[in-house]
């Protein structure tokens, strides 16, 4: 093992020589390389997933497991990341072959993974871009329904759902009943793709020199558009209503176990762990940076943005509910009193209730004939969703309602753009750093060249996502890729940090960068709880996701629960690929280091041969 | 006798009473003048009736143009305190036939607009039950608008990329015209080094410092590594009274015994490569 070691250690000194010729690449500033780890890790998912979780599990009772998980697994993880990158000065895959040889795969995993997930991240991008475009025109496209050929009547699958919805399933995404049929291609979705791929390609062309320089833009837009609408909403009428749902802390549900996974996850997959980009960006730095005031920036900044994106999204999905209540209301009324006969100012909003209650008393089978509701604004108020549903149909629906619509679209998707453009720039830049550390590429070939290659494939490969099932594929992606193997990615990170290098190297190297030795609280946090935690959270993961169906929601307008989703299971070769692809990144690791075994195999055994040559000539 | 007349002058009404609460080719109409018009609502009487019979019979007239439609055609029944009542319409020459629903829907659909501002009311609340209201018609385009955001989206982007490239290769052809010129200084460097005592030591000459932690454990080469570090920056530096060339072609013992030991005391601290990363001074 030892001779291994000693040997790779000169091939790695040697390889340092070649790459130590003043060619690595560097942040302009600290402020860059700040921006630029922010920017990554604030994406998408601080928007549109953390206010959907706060919601979901008792408001600001959620806050408490989150901020345990952040503590705990998220913030000595991260610092992690940022000194091992720091210190040695490579990408992800020569990182963890600098720390142990046997764990090249390692690295490998993480490309990939960082590869895939780049895929279908962009393709969320694309549709952003569509709304963005889409924004400009008046009235805005998904307010009203389209209107059948003979001008009488809407669509019917239109009147069915809403325009949102029909906007979004039906002229967006074309969606075909399910995953079997994959239907065309989208024509303008293809459009959009190439435009956002464009888009990244420009800010990456030249690795972290334009990456830095986009930064800024990218990076600070998303909070002053944020800033905007959190003053607008705060003005808007039902906003203390959603901002109230959002935070009134339901203890009850710290008692589930399904609440702290949750908030792990979410902490784990929204501060982008393990997808290399983050060691590829602060390989960047001149050594001496002092990566733990870093690492505890990002983090809370991450945090903090979670939590102040959340108030103006529930603001504007209280005003949702608030407006949406008010027109069931009247169109409740119209209907009573056109059943009942009776003059129209009659029942009013002070009254609607007091005549429901008088008409179930008297006359149950009535209500019952004309199928009278009435409104709930409780149910209004949940019907918040996470995801591209909370983007793409419950916001633009909001959206809609609001004086001056166009801005406030315009707004909006320039933000999730850029939200989702600083994430793009990490998840590149963890297969970019890798590649050109790897050395395979000659020298001849430009960086431009190389990261329009990189750009090209993705885009090509992309391309499955603009068919008509092309959301059932994203979801795949989404739920299979974007999870499972980057615990398993993790988790070895910690074990390989703390048990194969050894938590003291580790802390003598970050005194010799910084000067001062990692403290109490990172040494226990390295030691015992984060990789406690995470096998922890893992194997629940694991536990939880195998005991769900693998089912997936449909949009089926000849469905008999329209417009409902319908729910179908996969069929066996989709199911197969789900398996295969969390599985083929986190093989690469075993397969790694039965790579190195056998190459020291081969070489004992040649040594073996070439002494034995030694000993029969003397 | 005066029964007979009597049954003369009520008989038409009669009959047309018979006609409008045949229900078949009426229709149902509802009004929501409180809802629609708020305070300024007025109040529905004879008149307002008056009007809306007059009204209908303009647009079945304008429908129909052969046949001139009177108030006395348009039969009303069933009103209601909702304000609500039922139409029918007879034809002109022939008071007991009616003219069929389609006919009329159509002649209503045709005038709705006219019918609703008479009445300051709008498709929702003047609401002929089972005459659909024809809904506006959608915006058509010529271009597409978000073709057109679309195209100013990708030529930005087209130009910055162009303007990318092209400096990627003015800066390309700067650098290797600049490159002719350095090359002569390099090999002095590297001579200077070889002179030493026969080996390069190339791998400390990176200005960043980068020092491959993980396999260099040893306290000794450490120490060696940083004393060789401070004197080679002195020569930079030269401070030394000796003249660059005479030291460089020392032995490497002697070189390192130039090092004084007050500056050896720099190395505990690991100072040495930290300083040449801020400063970028070379080893």
Known sequence: MMDVQENKSTDLVEKTDTKNDDQRPKWDNKAQYLLTCIGFAVGLGNVWRFPYLCQTYGGGAFLIPYIIALVCAGLPLLYMELAIGQNLRTGSIGVWNSISPYLCGLGLASMTVSFLVGLFYNTILAWVLWYFYNSFRNPLPWHHCPTALNLTEHIEECKQSTPANYFWYRETLNISPNIDISGGIEGKLVLCLAAAWFIVYICFIRGIETIGKAIYVTAIFPYVVLTIFLIQSLTLPGATLGIKSLFTPNWETLKDPRVWLDAATQIFFSLSLAFGGLIAFSSYNPQNNNCERDAVIVGFINSLTSIYASIPIFAILGFKAQTNYLECKNSTINTWAAALNISDPNITDASYELWYTHLNSTNPSFVKEHNLKMCDLNAFLNQSASGTGLAFIV?????????????????????????????????????????????????????????????????????????????????????????????????????????????????????WMTGRRPNLYWQVMWRVISPLMLLVVFLAYLIVEAQKEPTYKAWNPNHVDFPKAEDLPYPSWVFNICVLLPAVPCCFIPLGALYRVIQLLHKYTTNRNTLEAYDVET | MITRILLLIFLPSVIAQDLCEDGKDGYKVRLSIKTALGDKAYEWNESEMFLFRSSLAFAMRNHIPTEKFDISNILVCNETKRVSFVFVVTSPNNSTKLIPKDQVASAVRKHRHRLNSAFLLSDGTLEFMGIPATLATPITYGTQPWLIVFGVVIGAVAVGILSLLMSTMTRRRRRAADKGVDSGREEERIEGLVKGNGTSLTCLDSKDGDYNKAFSNDERFTKLLCRFGVFKAKLAEGQDSKTTSELKSLSLKSQLEQVNPSEENDCDSRA????????????
């Open chain 2, 272 to 283: 040495e490569p930290r300083a040449n990363v801020e400063t970028g001074k070379g080893i």
């Open chain 1, 395 to 511: 916001f633009t629906e909001a959206v809609t309602k609001m004086p001056g619509s166009q801005v406030w679209a315009v707004l909006f998707f320039i933000m999730l753009f850029t939200l989702g453009l600083s994430s793009m720039f990490g998840n590149l830049e963890g297969v970019l750093t890798p590649l050109l550390d790897l050395h395979i590429i000659p020298k001849r070939i430009p960086k431009e060249l190389l990261t329009g290659l990189l750009c090209l494939v993705s885009f090509t490969i992309a391309l499955i996502f603009c068919l008509r099932s092309g959301n059932y594929w994203l979801e795949i992606f989404n739920n299979y890729v974007g999870s499972v193997p980057l615990l398993v990615i993790a988790f070895f990170e910690i074990i390989a940090v703390v048990f194969v290098y050894g938590v003291n190297r580790f802390s003598d190297d970050i005194k």
